[in-house]
């Protein structure tokens, strides 16, 4: 199987969105049987179908193809060359009708399955996170994309409902080229957290996916030391961390791209959780490594 390139710009279609656009997330909640990851009280917006970044490690795709590729074929193609954004006179009433006030002092994670600032998502997400911060709605915002820059002064007008977030997987250029191939380099993620912390935001940072030691990146202490190290000095409030999960053709990608194999367990969990740990102390950060196969 050869992984082909994305097409930044492409649109696959639309999709009728409904009310109400919070909905809950198993990622973050822990009544119903979830995952619960410190990135909201529960709820979610998600309002794509699709993420043209295509991170060859992201699992998004294997969840598209579980649960929608009889309502929209379009997501049976490779990940990264569909992307499906809502129907705009749907998205309008979805808007409308959603109950905003349901949510207020909620903390809402944007977004869990796309990058929400998208070029082609950017007018979506605005015209969302200003009702709903309008009502009292709190949201941690979590991208790779700089193109949340334009949004800072809006979320600096709220800056008391917003947790300002970005992903960052290396800070090795060679390896970022490989797995983050359509995303600025680390240090731009990093100016932008140092924007948002100068627009008066709280700032966090999840380092994911962690990849092993590998030949293009011999030293996962190194990266994880420079990376915690730059943290602490722009003042992060909150890192977080995770190995990289396997699902679906996540691996078999990136093994590929890397031309070697990686071993994920327990055991490389367990090491990877108390290096993890042991930086944060060092460099004073507050943060936690969420354990998947520990
Ligand atoms: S930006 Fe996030 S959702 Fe989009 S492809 Fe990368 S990991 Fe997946």
Redesign the pocket.
């Known amino acids: 199987m050869q992984f082909r390139l994305s097409l930044s710009n492409a649109v696959s279609g639309e999709f009728k969105v409904r009310a109400p656009l919070i909905k809950p997330s198993r990622l973050t909640d822990v009544s119903r049987g979830g995952v619960g990851k410190e990135l909201s009280t529960g709820w979610v917006v998600n309002f794509a179908i699709g993420?043209?970044?295509?991170?060859p490690?992201?699992?998004?795709?294997n969840i598209h193809k579980r649960f929608f590729t009889g309502k929209y074929p379009e997501t049976k193609g490779e990940?990264?060359t569909y992307l499906l954004i809502p129907e705009p006179v749907s998205f309008k009433k979805a808007l409308e009708e959603t109950p905003w006030h349901k949510w207020r002092d909620e903390l809402v994670l944007m977004?869990?399955?796309?990058?929400p600032f998208?070029p082609q998502l950017l007018p979506y997400a605005k015209a969302i996170l200003e009702t709903g911060l309008k009502h009292g709605v709190h949201f941690l915002i979590?991208?790779?994309?700089l193109n949340a820059l334009q949004l800072l002064p809006i979320l600096a007008e709220y800056k008391n409902q917003v947790i300002f977030q970005v992903?960052i997987a290396t800070v090795n250029e060679t390896l970022r080229r490989v797995i983050?191939p359509?995303?600025s380099p680390a240090e731009a993620r990093l100016m932008m957290l140092k924007k948002a912390k100068e627009h008066g935001l709280r700032i966090g940072v999840i380092i994911?996916?962690i990849i092993p030691p590998n030949k293009l990146r011999p030293s996962l202490e190194q990266d994880l030391d420079t990376l915690m190290r730059k943290l602490a000095s722009i003042g992060v409030n909150q890192v977080f961390g995770e190995m990289l999960h396997v699902r679906g053709f996540n691996i078999k990608r990136l093994e590929q791209l890397l031309g070697e194999r990686i071993i994920i367990n327990g055991e490389v969990d367990r090491w990877v959780g108390s290096l993890f740990e042991e930086l944060l102390k060092k460099h004073r950060l507050n943060g936690k490594y969420w354990y998947e196969y520990y």
Do not use: I, K, N
């Open positions: 993420c043209t970044h295509a991170c490690f992201c699992y998004v795709d990940w990264g977004s869990s399955t796309h990058d998208l979590q991208t790779r994309s992903s983050e359509h995303v994911a996916p």
